[in-house]
């Protein structure tokens, strides 16, 4: 493999196509560049990428064309969504493999190198996610089981932190830290697939605006017999929620939207529990009684229609 930088790599010869999304996230997105140019030429890898701005306005295009010329900047005059602007950079990506990275993390040393060994170890596996810490190295994610209802009730009724983190909630932990595992999905703030598998299932639903994307593509990509792994080696720091906190109500409502549409099509049965639950937790809950009121309403719509 070549040692280029993204500044000296074109689609045609890259190993590996990075995509980021980013919205508001200036100052960390030039960290999260700054990290892949290092763990790619770690790595040994010819790295292009590719960042999709979903109308910023704190300056993060102009902040990327000054510190990262040879990055590809595809600058948007409206806010996409995740899944639409995603898509939008994979189309213009030619790497063997294709990253999709969020723009708030860092990549830890060997991080890059211990995705790619994982992904091609063997030529089932067609997704690796990586290990991701909070910024005070704590874990954050080490995987997923896909979600259903005791998700659903320990999201809307949270008990004590410990079940959060737990099987019962779908987590898994993090293993021996060093060997890749199985998971249902990772999050996706860091991905790493194979060009192969999205070939064959085609991309990010853009039906989602944003969350549960992710989700959606891995059991899409399970269905067709493709492995996802988790590697542990792969240590992420992911700062998390930057873009979506700057409006959390509103996201509070687009991310239970996104859920009723992936149980819509995968677990219909969890359709109107889930409406029940988030009546019930607007009573307990004045501050976010507005929005979890429109999430029964989505999840309550959602089970019309599939009945």
Known sequence: MSGASAQETTGATADL??????????????????????????????????VVDNASTDGTAAAVRAAFPGVRLLAQRENRGFAAASNLGIRATGGRAVLLLNPDTELQPGSLGALWRALHA???????????????????SAGYRFPGLAQQVLDFFPLHPRLAGSRLNGRF????????????????????????????????????????????????????????LTAPAARVVHHG??????VSR???????????????????????????????????????????REAARLYREAAEVDG
């Open 122 to 140: 063997m030529p089932h596996v067609g997704l690796v996610g990586a290990l991701l810490l909070n910024p005070d190295g704590s874990l954050q």
């Open 17 to 50: 196509s990075a995509v980021i999304v980013a919205w508001n996230t200036r100052d960390l997105l030039l960290a999260c560049l700054a990290s892949l140019e290092r763990e790619a030429a770690r790595a040994g890898l010819a790295l292009e990428t590719i």
């Open 250 to 292: 509103a996201m509070l409502v687009e991310l239970h939207r996104s859920r009723a549409r992936y149980f819509r099509r995968h677990n219909p049965r969890v359709l109107g529990p889930s409406a029940w639950l988030a009546r019930a937790a607007a009573r307990r809950d004045p501050l976010r009684a507005e929005a979890l």
């Open 173 to 228: 932990s993090s293993g021996d830290g060093r060997t890749p595992f199985a998971v249902d999905h990772p999050l996706g703030a860091c991905m790493l697939l194979r060009r192969e598998a999205i070939d064959e299932v085609g991309p990010l639903d853009e039906g989602y605006f944003m969350y549960s994307e992710e989700i959606d593509w891995c059991r899409r990509l399970k269905a067709a017999g493709w492995t996802i």
């Open 241 to 246: 929620g930057r873009s979506t906190g700057q």
